[in-house]
């Protein structure tokens, strides 16, 4: 296999191995802790000709002291192609933090109000594999800089500088690339009851632009019963009240009335994409845990988007729940204007002790992807038995009709549980959506077992055989492609 | 590579006998929008902490049982405090949800996943339990029905010490 494994690397991981030998075996003095996931798939997935092995492995490894934090990230890819494989630390950091200080140095994650202004994040357990890279790296946006906060009573103040990584790009690819933006915040909130006020002043620069950005939010509770959050960012280029048209705000209303509880939430976004990686607005739109409304999760864009979501759930004397979700999005881009309407309803209950059942219904018009009357229905039942067992039966149904050809989308899955430590599903999904059938075909079909057994808490495996449909995911807030897969794939999870 | 790559999972697999880490102090607010310090709300014997998100279903599952295990221990110096990691496009929903879940303890906002990231962690729900000096005592990752029944035996075990 060419896979380039300079003797400069095989140094440095062999020092790295010494290291955490070091540190396991004097482990009883110290506060060492980390996890390590390895990855292992032998399979394909489209534009690939053949089938081979690959094997991603992340050490994450932290060192407590007393208030003082260090760690660090270790990444590698192995594959027959040396252009994929890359063995990096990718993350170090080091942390000094006490009841009012918290100081870092180093790789870390920031968020400054509702990501408006600034966003890093990781999605956790996440493996991202991009078509035209063709590498695969964990999935996170991080900070590399420096960070301090200062936490009174009251009141806090924060700076910090550095560069957010574009993600997009994987760690086989150069630096400037990959953080092609530098920022400065300097910010602080001030909390008065239930109030709190935050304020943040960006300077951002990168090889096209140097601007000043500010937001500010307000949040608290208006009534016990009636909450609120409001944000605005602004470009500062033209003044300190901004231009007209770069600008993002949010607003967020709670209610809560007895059993019903309600959630309304809208947005307007223009021209407020910051460089290439820094911020991102909230979505508005319900991320599902149902596998095909997740799938068909509307991504917003920054650039032009206004729209509202509310979210109700009432739930009733015997513990039933009834929940409504209606989200609008309109992109105003150029002469066409995009729309997106969604409707959720889900309805679940206990019967009889035994059958924990989940019931929805959706309907959507999707002009982004043009979509359009997208109807989906499901059940999710779990079937409780004796002694911590139980099975799991999903099942999902979408139809929608796209450049006046219809499509339909079925899904199935079967799952046996005992516990959290072992559990076996079979999951298979049905399309004629002629974006995904091949030629000649008139529908396409994926099967593919997942099995689960975890013996403590230290160690998971995760195995999967078939193959596996890929698409948009969402996870944790975040949208991303997932590939068609065929073949086995085995993680392995370890806490340290 | 290859040998070189199981060298090193041999190294993580045995090379390392770790007891035990420390949660420290976070200052979050919670659902009504107070500043709260989370070592004020730990439990005088036993603290226990979910990390729960709104999208994950299984994280909606084990709630309501730990409703049931909180007003059972509440007055034996257990305390449960659920700590929610719903990043930006989902924590608006929240309080909401808290509501709807009728939870009964204690919850916490890390929208930044501060304490979550902090402890390495990588699944929804993630429920450890502390003893009186915030060292991890027991980690449950992931909720089945029958799961609560593992929780309540590690919470008796931790107050028998």
Redesign the interface.
Known sequence: ?P?G?SFAK?GF??A??II??WL??N??QA????????EFQYGQIPDDTTKFAT?Y?R??L?Y?INAF?VGLTLE?F?SPYSERNYIEPNQVRLQY?T?KWDIKVGNF???L???TLM?T??V??SVLEDLSFRSRNYFHRDFLGASVKY?A??W?VKALAGQPLNNVFPPTEAYELRRPDSVAVIGGDY?IK???LEYNAMYLNNERVDKWYSMMNL???IL?EL?Y?AEMTIDNRDGILGKDDEYGWYI?L?A?LNRL???A?LKDYNNILIGEAVN????LIK?H?YRQLNRSTHVPIPIDESGWQI?A???FED?S?L?FNHARALNELGEVDFEYTEYFLEYSRLFNDQW?VKFFFDFAQDGVKGEENRTSFGV?A?L?LK????VNIEYEFQTFERQESGATNILLSLAY????KF?IAALTEYSTDNFLVEDGNDYRVWLGTNIKY?PD?RN?FLFFGGTRRGGPAC????CYEILDFEGVELRY???? | ?IK??L???F???F?????G??V??H?L?DI????V?LYDLKGEQVTVLDFW?T???PCM?AI?ELNKIYSEYKDQGVQIIGVNC????????V???S????IEYPVLVD????I?????????PTLIILDEKNKIK??????????E??IVKAINKQLSK
């Open positions: 296999m896979l494994f095989r991981f062999a790295i191995t955490v030998n396991g075996t482990s009883a506060q060492l802790s980390g996890q390590n996931i390895a094997i492995d050490l994450v932290d407590d934090k590698q192995w933090k009841d994650y920031e968020t109000g509702r990501g966003r994040y990781q956790p357990g936490q009573e009251a806090s909390q239930t109030h709190k949040s608290g509770q016990p909450s959050y967020n709670n809560n509880n309600v959630t939430e991102e607005p909230p979505a991320q845990t979210d759930a009432y739930s513990g729940v929940s924990d999710d779990d409780l002694n911590r067992k139980s549980n005992y516990g959290s559990s975890k808490f998971t996870s944790s807030g975040v999870t370890r806490r340290l | 590579m070189y790559f060298s090193f999972l190294t993580i697999l090379g390392f006998n770790v007891n880490q420390t420290k102090n200052t607010q009504n929008n107070n500043k310090n998100t999208f994950c279903r599952k309501p719903d990043g930006p496009r989902t924590v608006a929903k309080p909401a949800m509501q709807t879940l009728q929208i930044n996943s501060d979550f990231n902090s402890l390495n962690f990588s699944n929804y027991y980690m449950h990752e992931g909720f089945i029905p029958g799961d029944e593992e």
